[in-house]
T-cell receptor, first 111, second 121 residues
């Protein structure tokens, strides 16, 4: 399957942690990604994780992967108003010939 | 390095007309992707080139859509006999094959252009 699913909205207060969740169906997925899209802008690659890893940390971002449940999450620590954007989960197989994206989670950070 | 560029940024056309979009990838990138994004949705994969070879095409890419990358550098996406349902943002992305300095694959680093917004009236 090629389905990647995300919840549509998340609202948090500035300084709290945000957790954005994603599920996918393709057991052949090799790389899983998180992208950020701000209004009127293109997609910005935030981070990625290889399917044989279960966690990756990059500054304020922590990616957790549960391969058994095909569940991916992105945790943003100390969320700032500048983090308000749409976050997309994506996956691809080993040959990188196709990428499949979720519908995006709109993160709203309240001051 | 100026990143991935796309031209035009906006296009308004009447139903039935043909349109062509251009994508210039990052200069050393041999992989190039086209996506379509409609409001409230994530990018949908359309097609993939490695150098000048078109290696993947989505079922979404009807006969009215054609893409080329003649010299393995820039790419064009043409839509013939446009329909209102073609209204969307068309995104281009590029990446590089081969290995980075640390020996890891560079292919996973896909960079997107700003997109071409098509409105069909």
């Amino acid at each position: 399957g090629e389905d990647v699913e995300q919840s549509l909205f998340l609202s948090v207060r500035e300084g709290d942690s945000s957790v954005i969740n994603c599920t996918y169906t393709d057991s052949s997925s090799t790389y899983l990604y998180w992208y950020k899209q701000e209004p009127g802008a293109g997609l910005q690659l935030l981070t990625y994780i290889f399917s044989n890893m279960d966690m990756k940390q990059d500054q304020r971002l922590t990616v957790l992967l549960n391969k058994k449940d095909k569940h991916l999450s992105l945790r943003i620590a100390d969320t700032q108003t500048g983090d308000s954007a749409i976050y997309f989960c994506a996956e691809t197989r080993y040959n990188f010939n196709k990428f499949y994206f979720g519908s995006g989670t709109k993160l709203n950070v309240k001051p | 390095d100026t990143g991935v560029s796309q031209d035009p940024r906006h296009k308004i056309t009447k139903r039935g007309q043909n349109v062509t979009f251009r994508c210039d990838p990052i200069s050393e990138h041999n992989r190039l992707y086209w996506y379509r994004q409609t409001l409230g949705q994530g990018p949908e994969f359309l097609t993939y080139f490695q150098n000048e070879a078109q290696l993947e095409k989505s079922r979404l890419l009807s006969d009215r859509f054609s893409a080329e990358r003649p010299k393995g550098s820039f790419s064009t996406l043409e839509i013939q006999r446009t329909e209102q349902g073609d209204s969307a943002m068309y995104l281009c992305a590029s990446s590089s094959s081969g290995r980075g300095l640390a020996g890891g694959l560079k292919s996973y680093e896909q960079y997107f252009g700003p997109g071409t917004r098509l409105t069909v009236t």
